[in-house]
């Protein structure tokens, strides 16, 4: 079956006589056994619910695994798999990651005695030397968010797997439509459902899924322990954005790649960051593991003010944190999502724009993005 069919059509509540077409929200916190010497599949929602099931196993499916878990954040999925490590233990990290990833490895993880090495993760060679005896997970971004760097995701499996550590990969940026990097060795694919899987900006949610049971027999017990599962109305909506990942995943991929040409070509922009570009370094490998470069741009104006006025004068993109969305969403990462880097670890320019593209007319975004970036210019020289 064709991949687009598996995705978009799956069983909504398996085992309901009522056989509905869109899974039940099980609003319950317990479930009544049917005696104290046979007890049934559901006792206690933080430890499994049929809605968040449902999710689990798509989330699984999308990744092409076995397990799926369904979080309350795309940081609690994180924080989930960070506790795989245990204390003496060591993390190999990327340099342009998630602020909220560095700052839970930077200032969490570091006071539980586990030690963490921040690599460019799209230098094997850097990966290579950082790995120590004690090494136990990799975690990388591909491509990296907001600079786009592509990471090697086999050679970086093959190097974690040789000293005995696990490769995860959180796959947020691209989503499992476009890359599945389960199917290139990952051991563990990390994502903020918060941004392509919900797609609405009305639900956040993380998801980890794996297809090693052993992995997968310690993330159920975190989750449970730690009670950092989604709630079953939150993996509704998650299921709801699910069916049309897909979809909006072409259009709103589709619409990038005419933005990007766009501000390659624009006199006022210095730098473009977009795997889809001819000019990208890390183009060829990014589509030897990717079918796509995604809908996520950045762009460098080489002027902080010129990239803040064309920002406030942008009318179809709301200046806006995350991505992923249906609404095309724009932001100053230094200033909003990466602030929670301290500046001496900061990767990324001031100026530097990232742009989420939604599924509005790409026509009326190009138009949008020249006027306010016209509009900028005329006001510094006015
Ligand atoms: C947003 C994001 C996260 C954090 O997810 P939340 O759902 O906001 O908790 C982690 N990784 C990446 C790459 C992200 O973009």
Redesign the pocket.
């Given at each position: 079956m064709n991949r687009w069919t598996q995705i978009t059509t799956f069983q909504a509540s398996p085992g309901d006589p009522h056989r509905p077409n869109s899974t039940p929200i099980y609003q319950t916190a317990t479930f009544g056994q049917p005696s104290v010497n046979s007890l049934g599949r559901y006792d206690y929602s933080r430890s499994g619910n049929p809605t968040r099931d449902v999710l689990e196993s798509q989330l699984a499916k999308l990744e092409g695994v076995a397990h799926g878990f369904a979080f309350a954040?795309?940081?609690a999925a994180?924080s989930a798999t960070s506790r795989v490590l245990s204390c003496g233990q060591h993390l190999v990290a990327g340099i342009d990651l998630?602020g909220?990833?560095h700052r839970l490895l930077s200032q969490i993880l570091s006071r539980q005695g586990i030690e963490v090495s921040f690599v460019d993760t799209s230098d094997v060679s850097a990966v290579d030397k950082a790995i120590k005896p004690n090494t136990k997970l990799v975690l990388i971004?591909t491509p990296s968010?907001p600079l786009q760097h592509i990471a090697d995701i086999p050679k970086l499996a093959n190097l974690a797997h040789q000293a005995g550590a696990w490769l995860a990969v959180?796959n947020?940026?691209l989503s499992p439509w476009l890359q599945q990097p389960a199917q290139l060795g990952a051991d563990l694919v990390i994502h903020?459902a918060?941004?392509h899987l919900g797609g609405h900006s009305d639900v956040?949610a993380?998801a980890v899924t794996t297809d090693d049971p052993d992995l997968a027999r310690t993330l159920a017990f975190i989750q449970n322990a730690e009670g950092t599962a989604l709630s079953p109305f939150d993996s509704w909506l998650l299921l709801r954005g699910l069916q049309t990942l897909p979809l909006r995943i072409e259009r709103q991929q589709a619409s990038a790649g005419h933005v990007a040409a766009f501000l390659a070509s624009h006199p006022q922009v210095k730098r473009v960051h977009y795997p889809g570009l001819a000019t990208h370094p890390g183009r060829d490998l990014h589509f030897s593991q990717a079918s796509g470069a995604g809908s996520v741009i950045s762009f460098e104006t080489g002027n902080v003010q010129l990239s803040e006025r064309i920002l406030s004068a942008l009318q179809l993109f709301t200046i806006s944190v995350?991505f992923g969305s249906l609404h095309s969403l724009a932001s100053l990462p230094c200033r909003m999502s990466h602030a929670s880097i301290p500046v001496e670890s900061r990767h990324v320019g001031e100026d530097l724009i990232r742009l989420s593209i939604g599924i509005e007319d790409p026509g009326d975004l190009i138009a949008s993005l020249q006027t306010a970036i016209q509009r900028a210019r005329l006001a510094r020289s006015a």
């Open positions: 954040s795309g940081m994180l998630y909220g990833t971004e968010n959180d947020t940026l903020s918060t941004k956040s993380g995350s």
